[in-house]
């Protein structure tokens, strides 16, 4: 019984936890970096909460300079640079809990290089779109050589199991019977 | 238990190789902007499935053995000191295992060299073959169990398996002649040209078909393997269009400029496998009674009728001039490739050769 009531408590710690991290996070400090930009007759700050890597998601949150209507609706997309082998990037938007004018947001960037984060802002002043630079670092860049090594392992060991069985079947394994019908 | 497992196993990997099909369209057609895209959960879900029904089968024959149930050393072997399971379902594991760790490392490659890495890369070569491994196992499961049986009704029916299997197999060997038919079609050895259409086309024809001949000695083998083939490249041309449209709207994505107005991978699938395959069968029953010479005078035409086939499928002449070399020469570069053609065609008879030579005595 006792288990029981443990596995419950424990239970619904979890579910809360769960809950509260389906959420957009509030954001601890200060962002890593920030820049004004203006979206069409809106100026913004834009406020990055982690340094741009490839491969992971951005944080980042849309504060109104100017205090900014409460109705002001926001669009976000990374787009590729001319030099970047990647498509544009749709980013998730909700609100943002420090800022009750802002939003936050979260995007991917699956590669390395030069993004904009490409804002679309509609509000009582009508539509605007404005832009913020992204530099998404590049992991660690293992050498080609070493990527092959590793990625040519299961032939290798097909190679290896094939001559394997080969070996231990014999020359006479296929020694042609009558035909089976 | 065994063979019912061998099925499950043999649509795990279909639907890996359909997948995968869904996903050369979706890189090619919308681009990959995370890892998990529906058609990269379509092809993880595959792998899984080979991979935990291998390991639940590994576990249950270790159990029957441990219970005298009809597992011993004559049908099974041992492994790692505590199973006691067919040597094929731990290379399928294992297959399975390599397949699912290429996907962080593509990952990973992907965000350094971007989002059109061409098939032959590292961990593209690791994923497919990690796959094909883990079909290979299966195989070798399936001929496990018909090299037992006495012959009659219940072996005809495996080795139909067997076929089945192998053909699913040779289909995802064949995902690789889409880099045949992309910008990287035309391929390079110092200032030697050649299309790598009819290589890869050449390789992979012999491994199927001359296995299929030698491992079951049915007639009409290697037209079943190539039924196989032709079925997956059919559930290909179905699947994937309404499966793009569908998660495309979805997503509420959008198509690149690039989209191709064609089913990538299905286009790339050679319909003159068929043929082929009748005239190894045709040519098997007539070579049958030279014991000794049946083996290399078929490895010898299965080779020729490769090369041949070359001819026949060659969906990289109406697309590489089109799209990527408006000069190229059709004839010229077929001709070209002709030396390199043949040694494939020669090296995948061999290949035929030594997979067979496992599998036809295969019995743990």
Redesign the interface.
Known sequence: MRALRSLAVYGMLIVIWLAAAGGVAAHNGAPVRSFAVQVGPYPVTVNYWNEPH??QPLRFTIVPREGGPATLHYQAEAVPGTM???????AQMGPDPDNRYGVAGEV?L???GQWLLNIDATGSAGPGSGDAPIIAA??V??P?WL??L??????W??LG??????R????R????????? | MRLAGAAVLGMAAATFAVGTAWDIQWHTAVGRDRTFTPPHILMLGGIALLGLVSLALILLDTWRARRGQGVNAANSSRMFRVFQAPVGLAVTGFGAALAALAFPFDDYWHTIYGIDVVLLAPFHVMLGFGVIMAELGVLYLIAGEANRMTAGRTQRATHVGFLVQLGITLSTIMLYLVQGTSAQGLMHIGSYSYVFYPVMLALSVPIGLLTAVWVTRRPGAATVTALAVLAVRALMATFVPGAMSAAVAAEGLTYRPSAPEFIVTSNAMPLGILGAALLIDALYVVLRRRATLVVPLLALAGALIAVAETLVDQPWAAILPKYYYVDMNVGAMWLASLPLTALAAALGAGLALLISRGLAAARQ
């Open positions: 490839a491969g970047v082998d990647a498509v544009p990037v749709r991917n699956p590669v390395t590049s992991p860049v293992m080609e990527g092959w590793i990625g040519l392992l299961p032939v060991a097909i199991f094939v001559i394997a069985q080969a231990r079947a014999g020359s394994a296929l020694i042609a019977t009558p035909l089976r019908v």
